[in-house]
């Protein structure tokens, strides 16, 4: 599986912010995808993850602020992440991730680390400013 991620940039704090990532010719059917983000001199943390029946989780620290989707058309499938009331410390790389066989419940963003996933895409950076 190519993901390709699209929609970083430099975005005034307060601001919102929308990252995807495009996954052709995609034809898993239970699977998971997920964020990563990785803060300058930190390690990488899986923030916001999504199944394939639409079960979503997040990380506490981004609950209310951060918000998972997906859509999908033919052999397409598309991650979106919406990035509301961005902060200084949402300056990030965030990477989209896949990972085949995968449910959701709660807690499993908490809980999963960003080995678990096999497919990642190129990382697409979001840098906030004051």
């Known amino acids: 599986v190519q993901l390709v991620e699209s929609g970083g940039g430099s975005v005034q704090s307060g601001g919102s912010l929308k990252i995807s990532c495009a996954a052709s010719q995609f034809t898993y059917r239970r699977y998971c995808w997920g964020w990563i983000r990785q803060v300058p001199g930190k390690e990488r943390e899986v923030v916001a993850i999504?199944?394939?029946?639409?079960?979503?989780?997040?990380v506490d620290s981004v609950k209310g602020r951060f918000t998972i989707s997906q859509d999908s058309a033919k052999n397409t499938q598309t991650l979106h992440l919406v990035i509301n009331n961005l902060k200084d410390e949402d300056t990030a790389m965030f990477y989209c991730a896949f990972e085949d066989r995968c449910s959701v419940v709660d807690g499993t963003a908490s809980r999963s680390s960003p080995t678990a996933f096999s497919y990642w895409g190129q990382g697409t950076q979001v840098t906030v400013s004051s």
């Open positions: 999504i199944d394939s029946s639409g079960r979503t989780d997040y």
